[in-house]
């Protein structure tokens, strides 16, 4: 009509386009198909089609070719104009963006027309682009299948030499074709059939989402070369002949296995659109049904999934032993990055030719990773990571996969699963060592990859559990040798100190293992074994909570409760050994090992017991401490009876009995005040000797109580002889005579009687009072 303002649009070629397309357009087979799905990329399509086949008619030439991409180019830049227009950008953004970025590439060959500078008829005409070329220098591609596979180019090159004349357009598209016709047939093996699906809703939801794609793929192949494969585009299509409910709109999720990982350029479409497009009224003929069912495909193997399986094995190969293939240093860099972007682009590739689904990519990526975990080809961290990738590139519902799929992935998780209990078994062989290798990893992956997935079978673990459990018991004895071992040889040489290092050296490997395994493996979550070095009730607490709700606690696999029942008890039974081979030297030596020396190793080995105690409250400690250290109390006792009456003295000798309260205060002492130092100092030590003889905590009652009815024999003679000390100083001060007794003792008996006649005479009584020492200074009496 010639309302569009743009200089571009008068172009009589153009004109001549844009009426064919509008006749097309008006059909009411197509018409209303797209009043129905409301998608642009049938208007695309049909605008393609018609623009090829009315340049053909009016060029003799094969400037339609290019011509036909720049029309196409108009076409989408008016979609867009109308939606700027409209102002329907802000609901619809991704449309509008990728009209834009479908311009910009279907004017690849030309300058952007989008341009207000450059809006003029003279931009339609311009050189044609430059013809295909079959030298592999020119293949990106080819060049990563020659790297990927170790081939060299000119073999590659030879190889397409070869077979130019059978790998041409024309078959791809007879591929697709006889794929498509496969397809509508729905009973063919070269295709997916309804039986490959668990649920017809699975079916049906993937059918819907295959259909546009092949027509995404036609339309690129026919636009490869327009001028050979445009000749096949008449009559009608077998795809046309679909259900009316395979026509309604869908979006197929044609990406790589990692789209985040990928550019812009890379997400969106390789054919130069970002959708999907219905061929439904793209014309192209197809061969008979019987023949396209007797007629293998040309591009498409024979078991396109076993062959997707082995490139991406390949890839996965290369990329990882190569270090610049992957972005894994560079900051910001996605982790989860498995593959290179040359790699992503050949297995994207693949997939669309080969229509491989998208969860079957990421199944057949999973199977491949398994076989190089499974070869020791890669490490946790890696296979973290791949499970990550593929669970990001796909919706991992497994109702809507294949029953092929679906049972190849019970495998894989079976066969990772196996290959992880190697490897915590493996890593739990260090798991006493000082530094020991870190299972979370493993445990990580088995929690939230495999025992957390609806398709994994765990099976009967009870076997794999008592072998972890004997594997670890075992090593925990080879620690313990290793620990004893470190004993001096020679018995002349031994000492309880050696033994007190040994034992807190054993508490502090406890400790460890304690802060490293802070759980049961493979079990339940009890409590945090930290509480078994401190807080010894709450353990016992949970302990008994659980047992009497019926739970199997030896399911799990808990390395601390496994070093504490065997190298407490054997350590301690080693260490009677070894004391009492000590003593005996000792005794041959005529000497007699530090009572010290023998307290610290009884209060070492007694946390030994009670860390033990607290594991297995129901388990009897197999070694009596007591019955091999108890000489060193009875010593110690004897050697306390013989220092507490020199204690006494001492306190006595260096007492001035003079009350501190009166002298520092300046007031009259209470009646519990009325001490001199000497007191305190002989309580304060007898005090101190039973707080000793507590502090051992003696676990055996009897011997306790020989220990301290022993004891108080001895603290009754340190009283006993204060009190009779304090006694003959206070005899002794009541026994003193005044003055003028000594001086009557001296006088003569004349004198005497001269005395008490003058006592007669004065006929007086007088009482002299008696006058005490300071030191035995008594309260007044009211």
């Given at each position: 009509?010639?309302?569009?303002?743009?200089?571009?649009?008068?172009?009589?070629?153009?004109?001549?386009?844009?009426?064919?397309?509008?006749?097309?357009?008006?059909?009411?087979?197509?018409?209303?198909?797209?009043?129905?799905?409301?998608?642009?990329?049938?208007?695309?399509?049909?605008?393609?089609?018609?623009?090829?086949?009315?340049?053909?008619?009016?060029?003799?030439?094969?400037?339609?070719?290019?011509?036909?991409?720049?029309?196409?180019?108009?076409?989408?830049?008016?979609?867009?104009?109308?939606?700027?227009?409209?102002?329907?950008?802000?609901?619809?953004?991704?449309?509008?963006?990728?009209?834009?970025?479908?311009?910009?590439?279907?004017?690849?060959?030309?300058?952007?027309?989008?341009?207000?500078?450059?809006?003029?008829?003279?931009?339609?005409?311009?050189?044609?682009?430059?013809?295909?070329?079959?030298?592999?220098?020119?293949?990106?591609?080819?060049?990563?299948?020659?790297?990927?596979?170790?081939?060299?180019?000119?073999?590659?090159?030879?190889?397409?030499?070869?077979?130019?004349?059978?790998?041409?357009?024309?078959?791809?598209?007879?591929?697709?074709?006889?794929?498509?016709?496969?397809?509508?047939?729905?009973?063919?093996?070269?295709?997916?059939?309804?039986?490959?699906?668990?649920?017809?809703?699975?079916?049906?939801?993937?059918?819907?989402?295959?259909?546009?794609?092949?027509?995404?793929?036609?339309?690129?192949?026919?636009?490869?070369?327009?001028?050979?494969?445009?000749?096949?585009?008449?009559?009608?299509?077998?795809?046309?002949?679909?259900?009316?409910?395979?026509?309604?709109?869908?979006?197929?999720?044609?990406?790589?296995?990692?789209?985040?990982?990928?550019?812009?350029?890379?997400?969106?479409?390789?054919?130069?659109?970002?959708?999907?497009?219905?061929?439904?009224?793209?014309?192209?003929?197809?061969?008979?049904?019987?023949?396209?069912?007797?007629?293998?495909?040309?591009?498409?193997?024979?078991?396109?999934?076993?062959?997707?399986?082995?490139?991406?094995?390949?890839c996965l190969s290369y990329d990882l032993r190569d270090p610049d293939a992957l972005p894994m240093d560079i900051p910001g860099a996605d982790p989860t990055v498995l593959l290179s972007k040359n790699s992503l682009d050949l297995l994207s590739e693949c997939c669309a030719r080969w229509r491989i689904p998208q969860f079957s990519r990421s199944i057949l990526f999973l199977d491949a990773v398994r076989k190089l975990y499974q070869d020791q080809e890669i490490d946790l961290v890696t296979l973290d990571a791949a499970w990550l990738y593929a669970k990001g590139a796909t919706d991992f519902d497994w109702r809507t996969w294949t029953i092929a799929d679906q049972n190849l992935y019970r495998q894989i998780l079976s066969s990772i699963h196996d290959n992880l209990l190697r490897d915590l078994y493996d890593l739990l062989q260090h798991a006493f060592d000082p530094k020991s290798k870190p299972v979370g990893r493993v445990m990580y992956i088995l929690n939230e990859h495999v025992y957390e997935d609806p398709l994994f079978t765990s099976g009967n673990l009870e076997s794999y559990v008592e072998q972890l459990k004997e594997g670890l018991r075992s090593r925990a004895s080879e620690v313990l040798k290793e620990i004893v071992s470190e004993l001096p040889q020679d018995r002349n040489e031994l000492d309880p100190f050696h033994l007190v290092e040994l034992t807190q050296k054993i508490i502090k490997l406890a400790e460890k293992i304690s802060k490293?395994?802070?759980?049961?493996?493979?079990?339940?979550?009890?409590?945090?074994?930290?509480?078994?070095?401190?807080?010894?009730?709450?353990?016992?607490?949970?302990?008994?909570?659980?047992?009497?709700?019926?739970?199997?606690?030896?399911?799990?696999?808990?390395?601390?409760?496994?070093?504490?029942?065997?190298?407490?008890?054997?350590?301690?039974?080693?260490?009677?050994?070894?004391?009492?081979?000590?003593?005996?030297?000792?005794?041959?030596?005529?000497?007699?090992?530090?009572?010290?020396?023998?307290?610290?190793?009884?209060?070492?080995?007694?946390?030994?017991?009670?860390?033990?105690?607290?594991?297995?409250?129901?388990?009897?400690?197999?070694?009596?401490?007591?019955?091999?250290?108890?000489?060193?109390?009875?010593?110690?006792?004897?050697?306390?009876?013989?220092?507490?009456?020199?204690?006494?003295?001492?306190?006595?000798?260096?007492?001035?009995?003079?009350?501190?309260?009166?002298?520092?205060?300046?007031?009259?002492?209470?009646?519990?005040?009325?001490?001199?130092?000497?007191?305190?100092?002989?309580?304060?030590?007898?005090?101190?000797?039973?707080?000793?003889?507590?502090?051992?905590?003696?676990?055996?009652?009897?011997?306790?109580?020989?220990?301290?009815?022993?004891?108080?024999?001895?603290?009754?003679?340190?009283?006993?002889?204060?009190?009779?000390?304090?006694?003959?100083?206070?005899?002794?001060?009541?026994?003193?005579?005044?003055?003028?007794?000594?001086?009557?003792?001296?006088?003569?008996?004349?004198?005497?009687?001269?005395?008490?006649?003058?006592?007669?005479?004065?006929?007086?009584?007088?009482?002299?009072?008696?006058?005490?020492?300071?030191?035995?200074?008594?309260?007044?009496?009211?």
């Open positions: 009509m010639g309302r569009e303002p743009g200089a571009e649009y008068k172009d009589a070629a153009v004109k001549r386009t844009f009426g064919a397309f509008y006749a097309a357009f008006r059909e009411p087979r197509f018409y209303e198909g797209v009043a129905k799905s409301r998608r642009a990329e049938d208007l695309v399509l049909i605008f393609y089609s018609s623009a090829t086949k009315e340049l053909q008619k009016v060029k003799q030439d094969d400037s339609w070719k290019w011509l036909s991409d720049r029309h196409v180019a108009l076409f989408v830049r008016l979609m867009y104009s109308v939606i700027k227009d409209k102002d329907w950008i802000g609901s619809y953004p991704e449309l509008a963006s990728q009209l834009a970025t479908l311009e910009s590439k279907l004017l690849q060959h030309d300058q952007n027309l989008a341009e207000e500078t450059r809006r003029t008829s003279t931009a339609m005409v311009s050189a044609p682009p430059a013809p295909l070329s079959y030298n592999v220098n020119d293949m990106p591609l080819v060049k990563v299948v020659a790297r990927t596979f170790g081939v060299s180019l000119q073999t590659c090159q030879q190889d397409i030499n070869a077979n130019r004349s059978a790998w041409t357009e024309k078959a791809a598209l007879m591929d697709m074709k006889a794929y498509s016709n496969n397809l509508s047939l729905g009973n063919t093996r070269r295709t997916l059939r309804s039986d490959d699906f668990d649920t017809d809703e699975a079916w049906e939801a993937w059918r819907k989402l295959e259909t546009p794609a092949l027509s995404q793929i036609m339309l690129g192949i026919v636009q490869s070369n327009p001028s050979e494969l445009a000749k096949t585009t008449s009559g009608p299509s077998p795809i046309t002949a679909r259900p009316q409910s395979l026509q309604q709109n869908s979006s197929y999720p044609y990406h790589d296995l990692s789209r985040s990982s990928t550019s812009s350029d890379a997400s969106s479409s390789m054919y130069g659109f970002d959708h999907p497009v219905d061929m439904g009224n793209f014309d192209v003929s197809s061969p008979a049904a019987d023949d396209t069912l007797d007629t293998p495909y040309t591009y498409i193997p024979p078991d396109s999934r076993v062959y997707f399986r082995h490139v991406v094995e390949k490293r395994f802070k759980e049961p493996i493979m079990g339940y979550v009890l409590v945090d074994l930290r509480l078994l070095i401190f807080v010894r009730f709450y353990f016992i607490l949970f302990y008994s909570y659980y047992s009497n709700m019926g739970i199997n606690l030896t399911r799990s696999v808990d390395p601390m409760m496994i070093f504490v029942e065997i190298v407490f008890p054997e350590f301690a039974a080693v260490a009677r050994d070894v004391v009492l081979e000590i003593m005996q030297a000792y005794q041959e030596k005529n000497q007699e090992v530090e009572i010290e020396d023998g307290f610290d190793l009884y209060r070492e080995l007694s946390e030994i017991r009670r860390i033990y105690g607290d594991a297995f409250p129901k388990n009897k400690f197999p070694i009596r401490l007591e019955d091999f250290l108890a000489d060193f109390v009875w010593r110690w006792i004897k050697n306390t009876d013989a220092k507490v009456i020199g204690w006494v003295d001492e306190a006595i000798k260096h007492d001035d009995f003079v009350i501190r309260i009166r002298e520092e205060q300046g007031r009259e002492p209470m009646d519990d005040e009325r001490h001199t130092m000497s007191v305190v100092d002989i309580f304060r030590s007898l005090n101190q000797t039973v707080d000793y003889i507590k502090k051992l905590e003696w676990k055996d009652e009897v011997q306790y109580g020989k220990f301290v009815t022993a004891l108080a024999k001895t603290l009754g003679s340190g009283v006993a002889r204060y009190c009779e000390v304090l006694e003959k100083l206070f005899t002794f001060e009541m026994d003193k005579q005044t003055p003028e007794q000594e001086a009557a003792a001296r006088q003569t008996r004349q004198q005497r009687w001269m005395a008490m006649a003058r006592d007669a005479w004065s006929n007086k009584d007088k009482i002299e009072p008696f006058q005490f020492a300071p030191e035995v200074y008594l309260p007044s009496i009211p």
